[in-house]
């Protein structure tokens, strides 16, 4: 993604550049071609905005979905291990009992 924004900025920087050098180099009256950079930069601005809200967006939705995905992940995985404990320790109990009687028939 930073990619994509890297590139996007790169983008709406040379049209920026490029349409102010072409105003600036076209014969017109100083009012208007201020003017004219104005309204090219505000537009250009306007642009940056835009995409820049759309590329927040998709950041806050796969940052919202890979969340919820390892919520889920953890949550499974924390689930999975209590069912496993309690597998383990019933075995345990089984080995203790089989080892206590074993004992028990070596103390008599």
Do not use: Y
């Amino acid at each position: 993604m930073a990619k994509t924004g890297n590139v996007l900025l790169a983008l709406v920087t040379g049209a920026a550049i490029g349409a102010g050098v072409g105003i600036l180099f076209a014969p017109d009256k100083g009012k208007n071609t201020r003017r004219k950079i104005k309204d090219s930069v505000d537009e250009t601005t306007s642009k940056l905005k835009h995409k820049i809200d759309a590329l927040s967006q998709e950041v806050k939705e796969k940052s919202s979905e890979f969340k919820g995905t390892l919520e889920d992940k953890v949550e499974n995985l924390l689930s999975k291990s209590s069912h496993k404990a309690e597998d383990v320790i019933t075995v345990l109990e089984k080995k203790l009992a089989a080892l206590k009687e074993a004992n028990a028939k070596l103390q008599k």
